[in-house]
């Protein structure tokens, strides 16, 4: 696979989600717009003026995603190629989910999957969160790939000129280690190890859909008018709890998705249930449960509180007034 070229201006939250947040969306790509609100105060939840800021240059930083960087040479090593993997049918995804759920269509599985790969992927590559980030899958940084063509690009990575490294790492708090093993493990979760062998995060993403150790939740939360804050980090965790993890997600200024995933095994079985009615239900198929909320405004407020509680240091909105929060 080809991971060259002259991209040097590098989202961490991609234009396309961005876009579906902007102020206009009729306009041309290079001239939309958001609006950035700085957070002042968490407790009290005081915010910034709101400023508009083009998506062009927003939530970017230069060659953060470079892995290996000739500074004689136009082009250079990075992931942008294996981004775009997720990012490229995000809007299509996201407007078909929207479009059947207000039609009452309800077969929207894959879209819901899709959705929280290419979301998961946002919280993965985003430098505010590398800490949570490693503990979360830092394992994949340990891994050495075995086919000669892949493996002549990890050395690349492992060995590759960083001159931009020190900087970056100054400007997210973290360490050259740190940086090195979330290289490491981004190029491992999202390349293919060997031909048509899938990368490790589609395997990952597929088996909290399909493993029979989870059951899962899914909200749709939209509105007519009220709007949705999209964060620095791209996501926002909803429970805490050792049986259950759940991530809120912007879908678009006007609807946000909620996933709760449960460990199966943690659930609580009425006593008096049979063990081999207990085992079939252990090793069922259960579908994910899907539930749809539409102008809620404590669901709203609940969501954007999350947000701005848990963002690094700025919210994004596609308007200026009348936030909810």
């Known amino acids: 696979m080809i991971l060259s070229n002259a991209t040097r201006k590098q989202h961490f939250l991609s234009q396309a989600e961005q876009r579906l947040n902007s102020i206009d969306r009729s306009l041309p790509t290079d001239r939309q717009r958001i ?34 960087v000739d500074k004689k040479q136009p082009l250079r090593q990075n992931f942008e190629a294996l981004f775009r993997r997720y990012e490229d049918d995000m809007r299509a995804h996201t407007e078909g989910l929207l479009s059947k759920l207000a039609k009452g269509d309800s077969a929207v ?81 999202l390349i293919e190890l060997a031909p048509g062998f899938p990368p490790l995060f589609d395997q990952v993403v597929q088996a909290v859909f399909t493993s029979k150790e989870f059951t ?17 980090r791209g996501f926002s965790t909803n429970i805490a709890s050792d049986r259950a993890y759940g991530f809120d997600f912007n879908l678009c200024d006007r609807a ?30 259960l579908p994910v449960q899907l539930y749809r909320a ?10 954007n509180v999350n947000v701005i509680s848990q963002c690094h240091s700025r919210v994004f909105c596609a308007t200026d007034k009348d936030l909810v929060f």
């Not at 970017?60 to 892995?67: A, E, Q, R």
């Not at 899914?218 to 949705?228: G, H, Q």
């Not at 946000?256 to 085992?279: A, T």
Request: glycine share 2%; with cysteine.
């Open 109 to 189: 599985s894959n879209e819901v999957m899709n959705l929280y790969a290419a979301k998961l992927l946002n919280f993965a590559r985003n430098p505010y969160s590398v800490p949570k980030i490693l503990d979360t899958f830092g394992l994949f940084a340990n891994f050495t790939p075995t086919h000669p063509a892949i493996q002549k690009l990890f050395i690349d990575v492992l060995n590759g000129r960083r001159k931009h490294q020190k900087h970056l790492c100054k400007q997210f708090g973290i360490t050259n280690t740190q940086y090195e093993q979330w290289l490491r493990m981004l190029f491992n979760m």
């Open 35 to 68: 609006y950035e609100l700085k957070v002042l105060d968490r407790g009290e939840i005081q915010l910034s003026p709101p400023e508009s800021l083009r998506i062009e240059n927003n939530l970017s930083m230069l060659d953060l995603f470079s892995f290996d």
């Open 216 to 232: 899962i939740s899914v909200l749709v939360s939209t509105y007519d008018e009220a709007k949705c804050l999209l964060s620095d």
């Open 294 to 303: 539409h102008n809620d405004l404590n669901l709203l407020r609940s969501f």
């Open 256 to 285: 946000f998705i909620r996933y709760i995933v449960l460990d199966r095994r943690s659930m609580n079985v009425p006593s008096w249930m049979p063990q081999e009615s207990i085992d079939r239900f252990m090793s069922s198929d």
